[in-house]
T-cell receptor
Framework: ETGVTQSPTHLIKTRGQQVTLRCSSQSGHNTVSWYQQALGQGPQFIFQYYREEENGRGNFPPRFSGLQFPNYSSELNVNALELDDSALYLC????????????FGPGTRLTVT | QQPVQSPQAVILREGEDAVINCSSSKALYSVHWYRQKHGEAPVFLMILLKGGEQKGHEKISASFNEKKQQSSLYLTASQLSYSGTYFCGTPEMDSNYQLIWGAGTKLIIKP
């Protein structure tokens, strides 16, 4: 059974650019949540996808968007990058109905200069 | 609204006990606990559900006081491997497990 994987591991972008982060869910999981974690802070919920539909969204602007594919992998897209977008981006997969225990990937460290 | 964790940090000697608290200003239907080691992803520890049910993988105990809207995580006879930052998460809504996380409690265990 493979765990949650994310790519890339690290990324450096310039302000105003666009970025796509990828996440492969753990086998058998149908829900993916994305989080932003600034240094020394707890994760902040961005949004969640269940069966390819957005299932909820945190307090993030529309330039943060996502997709979930039929194999339950997912993408996080961020347009018009700002310096404050620099953070660790975590995805977590879970199976709806299992009390939503979440399994996290190792994260993508995004630096915006 | 973000749950409040206390203390912010604690330093222990190996074998000592620790209690980490998580409080919310709104009614709690469940509390999720995770541990994150430096440079690693958060790892699930336990879910406490309304009614007293607990689901967890590790030999870590916790309490859930619905009336006081708080949960406490008990780490007894701490081991070096317990070091890390502990986060509690509470669902945004009673039937939705989109977690709102506390700021974390950093636990340092010294030999």
């Amino acid at each position: 059974e493979t765990g949650v994987t994310q790519s890339p591991t690290h990324l450096i972008k310039t302000r105003g650019q666009q970025v796509t982060l990828r996440c492969s869910s753990q086998s058998g999981h149908n829900t993916v949540s994305w989080y932003q974690q600034a240094l020394g802070q707890g994760p902040q919920f961005i949004f969640q996808y269940y069966r390819e539909e957005e299932n909820g969204r945190g307090n993030f602007p529309p330039r943060f968007s996502g997709l979930q594919f039929p194999n339950y992998s997912s993408e996080l897209n961020v347009n018009a990058l700002e310096l404050d977008d620099s953070a660790l981006y975590l995805c977590a997969s879970s199976y709806a109905g299992s009390n939503w225990e979440q399994y996290f990937g190792p994260g993508t460290r995004l630096t915006v200069t | 609204q973000q749950p409040v964790q206390s203390p912010q940090a604690v330093i222990l000697r190996e074998g000592e006990d620790a209690v980490i608290n998580c409080s919310s200003s709104k009614a709690l239907y469940s509390v999720h606990w995770y541990r994150q080691k430096h440079g690693e992803a958060p790892v699930f520890l336990m879910i406490l559900l309304k009614g007293g049910e607990q689901k967890g993988h590790e030999k870590i105990s916790a309490s859930f006081n619905e009336k006081k809207q708080q949960s406490s995580l008990y780490l007894t006879a701490s081991q070096l491997s317990y070091s890390g930052t502990y986060f509690c998460g509470t669902p945004e809504m009673d039937s939705n497990y989109q977690l709102i996380w506390g700021a974390g409690t950093k636990l340092i265990i010294k030999p």
